[in-house]
């Protein structure tokens, strides 16, 4: 059974950074394609970005040199390194492997 556990969220002034966690069972990340995303109140969810089996990364533009995801196999663990956050930033942050998802974990951006 695969599980995912999302940590890390919580209130954050402009221009801050978070780091966000996604510890997994069930499954072996080093050779999974996973993938963070975020759903704001009113909108649909979205992605941010995602990392293949092999390593490589993706963004959504408008998260791109501010965002870094990456993984640690020891830990099996997948992060989301998120700088100069921005209001527009805010939302529930999931964390996805094929069709499971974790409970999702609030990211505030406010002053």
């Known amino acids: 059974q695969v599980r995912l556990v999302e940590s890390g969220g919580g209130l954050v002034q402009p221009g801050g950074s978070l780091r966000l966690s996604c510890a997994a069972s069930g499954m072996i990340i080093s050779i999974a394609a996973m993938g963070w995303y975020r759903q704001a109140p009113g909108k649909q969810r979205e992605v941010v970005a995602d990392i293949s089996s092999g390593g490589r990364t993706n963004y959504a533009d408008s998260v791109k040199g501010r965002f870094t995801i990456s993984r640690d196999s020891a830990k099996n663990t997948v992060y989301l390194q998120m700088n100069s956050l921005e209001p527009e930033d805010a939302a529930v942050y999931y964390c996805?492997?094929?069709?499971?998802w974790g409970q999702g974990t609030q990211v505030t951006v406010s002053s």
């Open positions: 996805n492997y094929r069709h499971w």
